[in-house]
């Protein structure tokens, strides 16, 4: 008797979890000729409908803007060091990703997709905490930061999926590790802060950044792109956890 009721129960929990796909996203049958160019197509429409709207019952919000809660960077050496970290930034732009190339091998846990482009700038506004030193002047301080990857901003994935089984039995996917790249046409910060010893610290930390810009995106990039990974993990496994690996990866 215990045990059926024990049985009953994951079963009602597991009921209450479940969750159908939107009606607007396609499923596409796997390991077909035209399902690669189907899950890019799908895919597209998912990134949209999830930056503009959402969809509360997968437990997903909407991703434009996408919060990353903190990034952290040590960038420079010699006469400039800095250690930033932004914290809280609100990032700018995904609804205007367009994926153009998919390829997967969903039977071994393997999709990417690549040439895909964000047709406007990608902006990341938050706040900032800074410490290092100028030539041989220690600076310091807080304000507000704006991160711009100028357009088009293009960028690559590739998602290492698995299977688990859930408490009804049933099969569900899992986003394991999501890695992420980009590159952009431009690349500029913006400091805005208080007056720090007389001096504007955000003047200063502009002319660093203007002055190394590349180098300071050599170190911030690795980070950002972490960011984006960790964060599109999180979505998607919000999304496959209520939907079972046959609806979403239906197969023939």
Not at 23 to 51: E, F, M, R, Y
Request: aromatic fraction near 8%; proline fraction near 5%.
């Amino acid at each position: 008797m215990r045990a059926c009721l024990v049985s009953a129960l994951l079963l009602v929990v597991a009921g209450a979890n479940a969750a159908k796909l939107p009606s607007t996203w396609q499923t596409c049958v796997i390991n077909q000729p035209g399902t690669d160019a189907c899950l890019a197509k799908n895919i597209q429409t998912a990134i949209h409908d999830l930056a503009v709207k959402g969809s509360p019952s997968l437990g997903v919000y909407p991703i434009d803007p996408l919060r990353v809660t903190k990034l952290s960077l040590s960038s420079g050496s010699g006469s400039f060091v800095l250690d930033l970290t932004f914290f809280d930034l609100d990032i700018f732009g995904l609804k205007n990703l367009n994926i153009e190339e998919v390829k997967s091998d969903i039977p071994n846990g393997v999709l990417k997709f690549s040439r895909g482009t964000i047709k406007s700038d990608l902006v990341l506004s938050g706040d900032y905490a800074v410490k290092g030193r100028l030539l041989v002047v220690p600076i310091g301080g807080t304000g507000r930061c704006n991160i711009t990857l100028g357009n088009p901003v293009k960028v690559d994935g590739r998602l290492a999926l698995s299977k688990y089984k859930g408490p009804d039995g049933r099969t569900f996917a899992r986003v394991d590790d999501f890695q992420f790249d980009f590159s952009q046409k431009t690349f500029t910060l913006n400091f805005h802060d208080k007056e720090i010893g007389g001096t504007a610290l955000g003047a200063t930390l502009n002319r660093i950044a203007n002055d190394n810009s590349r180098e300071i995106l050599k170190d911030l990039k690795p980070a950002i792109s972490n960011a984006f990974g960790q964060a599109f993990q999180d979505i998607a496994n919000r999304i496959l956890s209520k939907v079972p690996f046959n609806e979403v990866f239906p197969s023939k």
